[in-house]
């Protein structure tokens, strides 16, 4: 698995105006007196919306913002990623935003940036995009499986508990093995790996966590995470 840093975040946090604990706790990482975090908005189409709503959470903290367009004059990707110590990809449609990715051969050089000790993060889609698979709402159908960067093994999927049908589905994906067993992130939670272990759970607001989805003797299950460091973020 890729080794480095990667911070994923179920839901929240700047794009919501909520739980400013997750995005400090972001920064934090990196280890930086000033670090310079680099928003990534393909899932949004580069939304200006979302961008608004990333510099007024961020020059409000102690760092220094910036974005990748990839829907305008794309600067140098490599001298980009490069120069972050924070890579923070924001949610939206997963499925367009690997296709992008793809296009523009991305995946290597974040993968790169991560062994280079650059922090990766991201929040909904920019939380599935790490995993070797993920459950995504992008077409309008429904739910499926989709497959993912795999910079981390196992499936993922956030919003686990504000949005109605994502449990079952994901469960039941698992069990007919579509997906393979992974985590499920609460919206204001975040789950943090280091060298593709998890290390560490999250929570920015009250009750959201992090649940293990696997088979158990009763069928597929989520339940809480057994040893792992928690850390209470809630204001």
Aim: include cysteine; hydrophobic fraction near 40%; charge should be negative.
């Amino acid at each position: 698995m890729t080794k480095g840093q990667i911070i994923a975040i179920g839901g929240g946090g700047f794009s919501e105006g909520s739980e400013p604990g997750l995005d400090a706790y972001v920064l934090e990482q990196s280890g930086a007196n000033i670090p310079k975090v680099g928003f990534i908005g393909t899932a949004s189409g580069d939304a200006e919306r979302y961008l608004l709503k990333f510099y007024s959470r961020f020059s409000q903290l102690n760092c220094t913002p910036s974005h990748l367009p990839l829907f305008r004059r794309t600067p140098n990707l490599a001298d980009w990623i490069m120069a972050q110590d924070v890579i923070f990809v924001g949610g939206g449609n997963t499925f367009s935003m690997l296709a992008v990715w793809q296009a523009w051969e991305l995946a290597p050089l974040l993968k790169e940036a991560a062994a280079q000790g650059i922090v990766l993060s991201g929040i909904s889609a920019g939380a599935n995009c790490w995993f070797e698979s993920c459950l995504t709402d992008a077409k309008a159908d429904g739910f499926g499986p989709l497959q993912c960067l795999n910079f981390l093994s196992g499936s993922c999927c956030p919003h686990y508990s504000s949005e109605i049908g994502r449990q079952q589905v994901f469960e039941n994906l698992i069990d007919i093995e579509a997906l393979p067993p992974g985590i499920a992130i609460d919206d204001g939670a975040a789950a943090h790996f280091i060298d593709g272990q998890l290390t560490r759970i999250i929570s920015g607001t009250e009750g959201a966590t992090v649940y293990s989805v696997a088979p158990s003797p009763t069928g597929v299950t989520s339940k809480l995470f057994d040893g792992i460091e928690r850390v209470n973020l809630t204001i």
